[in-house]
């Protein structure tokens, strides 16, 4: 029993042997056959493909560069004129003659850091021109016959109309950018409201406001705003209207917006205390009358004058700090205490108008925080800020009437329609308004198209 299983062993073996040398002698022939096999003729059909071989990687040529595509550069800080044209790859022979030429237009002594520009090369790479932006206009320096020589041309002016409008969802500010207008605009509607809507207070979340204002562009690029042209504000079911006219802001029946006082020194800020009699001092813990009130502000926030006149005081004046006092006609005086630091130029005896910088938010004296606390006189007594009657500015002359309707119901209509059309018009000018008065026959409207 035992033999036979020896003996079934060994055939087994001897049979996986057998099948092993067979399949290296057929590996050897089919390699021997791909190998050496003779060139197939023609329409012969060929089952067995050899490998490819790799074919050799053609270097294709570097494009050449559009030297007629400008390239811009800035100058940095610290960098003078030869530097800089040293780095555009003027010739240092001819750094002198360029220099020159520029001198005529700007000053290359101050080179103002951010300076933009750009540089254009010829066929060869060679630098030919370059065209520096400057405030008011380029200044572009050329090549000319192994010379340099520069030439400027001013901007072209241009200013537009464009409107804005939307609902005070939270700031004011962001109100306005959503409306697509800059932050800017933000203040220059406080500017123009200032004396009726206190922008630190009266406020409130559902107003709405529309906004007809200039637009600058210089060469149809877009460098800021201009002045407000036109404004509506509803708050808190009150509309609030104004319209420039001849430098000034006036209601729809002409009268003027300017007031004696401002509704408040600060732009933006919060009330954190009133006007009291009895109020409980965060500094001597005892009650005391509070004669002004409170607006919380960061330290150096800047304070204006609220109403024009001449500065009575300006130092320091023990629990006040730092306070400025001014006198005005009527017999009002206006003080300003705890300020962080006065504006330059103001001192006893100096000229002060309305809205002009007194100094700075700060927390000088017997304060507990940053603040300004404001307050005002009549007749040597003290009455509250938030209740002066104000006195508006003289009316426009009845003569200057018709001027002011026409231009008025101009922009009442632009300010309408400007959602509806492109975002851009010319602005008139109040002479040309009166001009278009001037015109015999026709109705006003047709006389101020």
């Avoid at 080179?111 to 090369?121: E, K, N």
């Avoid at 520069?150 to 072209?156: D, E, G, L, M, P």
Wanted: aromatic share 8%.
């Amino acid at each position: 029993m035992r033999r036979n299983r020896r003996v079934i062993d060994q055939n087994r073996r001897r049979a996986v042997l057998r099948t092993g040398l067979l399949s290296v002698v057929l590996t050897a022939a089919i390699g021997s056959f791909i190998l050496f096999r003779p060139a197939p003729r023609s329409g012969e059909r060929v089952e067995l493909q050899a490998t490819p071989r790799p074919q050799p990687v053609v270097e294709l040529p570097a494009l050449a560069a559009d030297t007629s595509l400008p390239k811009p550069f800035s100058v940095e800080s610290g960098q003078t004129l030869s530097g800089l044209l040293s780095e555009l790859e003027v010739p240092t022979h001819e750094q002198p003659a360029a220099v020159e030429a520029l001198a005529e237009f700007i000053d290359i002594r101050r080179l103002r850091p951010g300076t933009s520009g750009l540089a254009y090369r010829d066929d060869h790479g060679r630098l030919s021109s370059v065209r520096m932006r400057l405030r008011n206009g380029w200044v572009e320096l050329a090549h000319m016959a192994d010379d340099w020589q520069a030439q400027f041309r001013s901007f072209s002016r241009r200013v537009a109309l464009a409107r804005s409008a939307g609902t005070v969802n939270g700031p004011l500010e962001q109100a306005v950018r959503m409306s697509g207008a800059s932050p800017e605009i933000t203040y220059k509607m406080a500017d123009v409201l200032q004396w009726d809507l206190d922008f630190n207070r009266d406020l409130r979340l559902g107003d709405q406001f529309e906004v007809l204002y200039e637009q600058v562009y210089l060469d149809d690029s877009n460098v800021g705003s201009g002045a407000v042209m036109a404004l509506t504000y509803e708050n808190r079911g009150q509309r609030y209207e104004a319209y420039r006219f001849e430098d000034a802001y006036y209601d729809h029946e002409g009268r003027p917006l300017q007031k004696m006082f401002l509704r408040s020194p600060l732009p933006f800020s919060r009330v954190t205390s009133r006007f009291s009699k009895r109020r409980f001092h965060p500094v001597l813990k005892v009650h005391r009358p509070h004669w002004g009130v409170d607006y919380g502000a960061p330290t150096g926030t800047p304070v204006r004058a609220t109403a024009g006149g001449h500065v009575a005081f300006a130092g320091r004046k023990g629990g006040a700090g730092n306070m400025v006092e001014l006198r005005h006609v009527g017999g009002y005086r206006t003080a300003y205490l705890h300020l962080s630091r006065f504006a330059k130029g103001v001192r006893s005896g100096s000229r002060v108008a309305q809205g002009d910088l007194i100094g700075y938010v700060g927390s000088t004296g017997l304060s507990t925080g940053p603040h300004l606390d404001y307050r005002v006189k009549k007749d040597g007594k003290w009455i509250d800020p938030l209740s002066i009657h104000l006195r508006p500015a003289p009316p426009i002359p009845d003569d200057r009437m018709p001027a002011f309707r026409a231009q008025r119901d101009m922009l009442r209509q632009q300010l309408d329609a400007r959602a509806e059309q492109d975002p851009t018009v010319a602005v008139p000018s109040a002479a040309q308004i009166t001009a278009a008065l001037e015109v015999p026959g026709g109705t006003p409207a047709e006389r101020t198209r």
